[in-house]
């Protein structure tokens, strides 16, 4: 017997299957065309069941943010895996070497102590780890800050005994601040040749870089341009949200993921209560005003949130929709990776008919 998603408990985080294998597919598409390997971040869905759709969509690997989501996904068999962090500490260096026995795995750095650590440990266990050099495009983030830095690292780095220097890497999260789409093309350019510059001044220098390495859904399609770009890692793509539509990246129609909430406080004629606040929703508005929309209505804004309480807050001029206590609705979330992380559970839904349930295995893997 079939389930409507209107007769679901609320809250609850819901996928749009056909949306979701749109995203995957475009984004497939446009990395082949640009002829470079689309290696996504699965840090945004956090669910080995999309991980492995997007491998059946020509992803040569994924990444992950940390350890714990490396052992989520080689459990769920998945054997090429890019940790896009600088791993310290032996605790978890214990945990990688396992995840290692099972999967090619890479880590980014930028700093002579994480690779001189990892080194001293893998070595210690007769192993080497693949490292590409983290570059600062200008997000003010991790990264070495200069082609001059990331050679001189590369040369105190050529002699460790436990670690392969394979490639660079960069992350334009900058570009979430873009407000036009001539600005996101010279942050999307400036991303790949940038790092496709650093490769090239280290192979002068003679070490082998086999990855030049970009991020960040918004900008992708604009850096897997840049001639010596090899690998894209996009995450949100799979389900897009209220940011990436402000960013023009995505359409209303290619939102796959909606948290379903019900009305359930109506105290003023401009105001309105759903079940859905900061512990369902993402904390992280992007610079927006709101923490997310109605898919039916995107007018409609969540304007502010506390922990279990999402309020709609009409202006004077917006008309009073009809909205009762008890109705339900569909919200488009601002961050969808952050929103993800929120919920122990995905209801995988066809039009409004629930397909399946897919547990969220990598939340709160933060170590």
């Known amino acids: ?96 070497l396992r995840v290692m026995e099972r999967a090619d795995v890479r880590i980014s750095l930028d700093s002579y102590e994480v690779a001189e650590a990892a080194s001293n440990f893998f070595a210690g266990h007769k192993k080497r780890l693949k490292v590409l050099l983290e ?8 990264g070495l800050q200069s082609v001059e830095e990331a050679c001189t690292l590369a040369d105190r780095i050529a002699d460790l005994p436990g670690v392969t220097l394979i490639g660079v890497m960069a992350f334009a999260g900058h570009s979430y601040r ?63 949200d209220q940011k990436q539509i402000t960013l023009g990246s995505a359409t209303l129609e290619e939102c796959a993921l909606t948290v379903l909430a019900t009305v359930v406080s109506h105290p003023r004629p401009d105001r309105f209560i759903v079940d859905a606040g900061l512990k369902a929703l993402s904390g992280d508005t992007f610079g927006l005003d709101n923490y997310g929309m109605l898919l039916d209505r995107p007018e409609i804004k969540i304007n502010w949130a506390s ?29 969808a990776c952050g929103t993800t992380n929120m919920h122990d559970t995905l209801v995988v839904t066809r039009g409004e008919q629930v397909v399946e349930e897919w547990r969220v295995a990598g939340r709160g893997k933060f170590r």
């Open 135 to 142: 570059m600062d495009n200008g997000f003010g983030r991790c």
């Open 178 to 240: 873009t407000t036009t789409t001539s600005q996101m093309i010279q942050i999307g350019r400036g991303e790949g040749s940038q790092t496709v510059s650093a490769a090239e001044a280290l192979r002068a220098r003679g070490h082998n870089i086999e990855e030049v390495s970009i991020g960040s859904t918004p900008t992708t399609p604009y850096a897997v341009r840049v001639e010596g770009v090899t690998e894209a890692r996009p995450g949100v793509y799979a389900f897009m």
């Open 307 to 335: 922990e279990e309480h999402g309020v709609i807050q009409l202006r004077p001029d917006q008309a009073i929709p009809n909205l009762r206590i008890g109705d339900k609705v569909r919200i488009v979330p601002d961050h």
């Open 1 to 96: 017997m079939s389930v409507n998603i209107w007769d679901l408990d609320t809250p609850a985080l819901l996928v749009d299957i056909d949306r979701l294998e749109h995203n995957l597919a475009r984004m497939s598409a446009r990395c082949r065309d640009a002829g470079v390997k689309l290696r996504p971040h699965t840090k945004t869905h956090k669910t080995p069941e999309i991980a492995r759709m997007q491998l059946q969509h020509g992803a040569t690997g994924i990444c992950v943010a940390k350890v714990g989501e490396a052992e989520v996904m080689v459990a769920a068999g998945i054997d090429d895996i890019f940790v896009v962090y600088p791993v310290l500490g032996e605790q978890k260096y214990e945990r990688l």
